[in-house]
């Protein structure tokens, strides 16, 4: 993987004027990346990284004899393109994959659940530019298996919906998506990117809400009113997940899918025929238990999908779609990434970080899965960002060899 870094690094394009520069553009991208996998967060860390771990960069990156200044660092990466390093995540995209699936050798079967993809939109809260109240910064990520595939940023006077149909011609491209299902919530619920999912022989799973009125009303109708007054005039399924302890508080899951594969279904969806391949709408009721705290807190949900599987297949979907999340939480945790803190608001900086973080955290997410071995010996993200910083034979471990043969984490502590 390092040599496939590498070879990308350098092929990234040098906006400064050639035989006036100093220091080499591959140089300056290496030691940043490697210092944000560490756990660096502003330009000044990545030079105290880079000033502190001189010399093995001298005898790891071949040229390399002078260590940048910080604004040398911060003024070149900022200048940068960042379609170049988005494109770089999607070239790296089927490595990636590989390296953190949890599937075993073979073809699925019917009974596996089909791979998700699931789009949604952060904000880099940190990067407000000065006079500002709050960030430019939006970033659409695409996540498969908590492995980010692609980026792509939402910029001022545009939104999600206009970005999300350019990610999926780029999965698409990359033959990516067919086969898939993506998930999206309520912003990506758009008729046109339904049709364009299935376009693509891909299908879709959406949240409802408000944005879709009428639609969410008729859904709400059919589970609310039609499967009380006549539920025998429906296809209908349902299933409730075991009940699963987390932090405390008990959580179950109950699914009520309606396949729409009768005519009853037609007289309550009006707008059925306008959603490309729409077949089966969705109400999920989360029951969150917290013994002797506070009384049980029921939340409902709705979707819409153009798939027709059995309803713990559908559960399985719409609980996978929060991996998307759970990336998000370890881009903002204090004791990882910290993104939301960092304050890099100058040209393109922002979002070139990001995409380091999301680049490495693509290299340190399949290291935790191979070493979760049962729920009283797990690995943390945090405690891999601190071997890093700690042991530079761990660190090239890391980026030259597969997960599945780097040496346990807790062997070297």
């Not at 013994?291 to 059995?310: A, D, H, K, Q």
């Not at 380091?356 to 405690?383: G, Q, W």
Request: net charge positive; with cysteine.
């Amino acid at each position: 993987m390092f040599e496939k870094l590498v070879k990308i690094f350098k092929s990234i394009p040098d906006p400064r004027v050639q035989g006036r520069t100093k220091h080499q553009l591959w140089h300056m991208l290496t030691i940043a990346f490697m210092a944000i996998m560490a756990g660096s967060h502003g330009w000044k860390d990545i030079h105290s990284y880079g000033v502190a771990n001189f010399v093995f960069f001298e005898g790891l990156l071949l040229g390399f004899t002078e260590m940048p200044s910080v604004d040398t660092i911060a003024r070149t990466l900022s200048t940068l393109d960042p379609a170049s390093f988005c494109d770089m995540l999607l070239k790296l995209a089927k490595d990636f994959l590989r390296c953190g699936q949890d599937r075993g050798p073979g073809r699925p079967n019917k009974a596996t659940p089909p791979v998700v993809i699931s789009l949604d939109g952060k904000s880099v809260r940190g990067a407000v530019k000065p006079g500002e109240k709050k960030t430019k910064v939006h970033i659409v990520n695409t996540v498969c298996n908590q492995i980010v595939l692609f980026v792509m940023r939402v910029f001022e006077k545009s939104n999600e919906i206009t970005v999300i149909p350019v990610i999926l011609e780029k999965l698409h491209k990359c033959g990516l998506l067919k086969g898939k299902v993506v998930t999206a919530d309520a912003m990506g619920c758009q008729k046109h990117i339904a049709e364009q999912i299935v376009g693509y022989r891909a299908d879709y799973l959406f949240g409802l809400k408000g944005n879709h009125g009428t639609l969410l009303k008729d859904v709400q109708s059919v589970f609310n009113k039609g499967l009380l007054e006549n539920e025998h005039e429906f296809d209908v399924g349902t299933y409730t997940s075991p009940a699963d302890t987390i932090s405390g508080r008990i959580e179950t899951r109950a699914i009520t899918v309606v396949y729409l594969t009768t005519q009853t279904i037609k007289g309550w969806i009006t707008q059925m025929d306008e959603w490309a391949g729409i077949k089966a709408i969705i109400r999920v009721e989360r029951h969150v238990d917290y013994p002797g705290e506070r009384p049980t807190t029921i939340e409902v949900r709705y979707f819409i999908t153009s798939l027709s599987l059995p309803p713990e297949q559908l559960l399985a979907i719409t609980i996978e779609h929060w991996g998307v999340e759970t990336v998000h939480g370890y881009l903002d945790d204090s004791e990882t990434f910290a993104e939301d803190k960092c304050k890099i608001h100058r040209g393109n900086g922002a979002e070139i970080l990001s995409v380091f973080r999301k680049l490495a955290l693509n290299l340190l997410i399949p290291i935790k899965k191979m070493h979760d071995y049962a729920p009283s010996v797990k690995e943390s993200v945090r405690t891999i960002i601190d071997l890093l910083n700690r042991s530079k034979d761990f660190l090239m471990e890391v980026l030259t060899k597969k997960p599945k043969d780097v040496t346990p984490p807790r062997q070297w502590r």
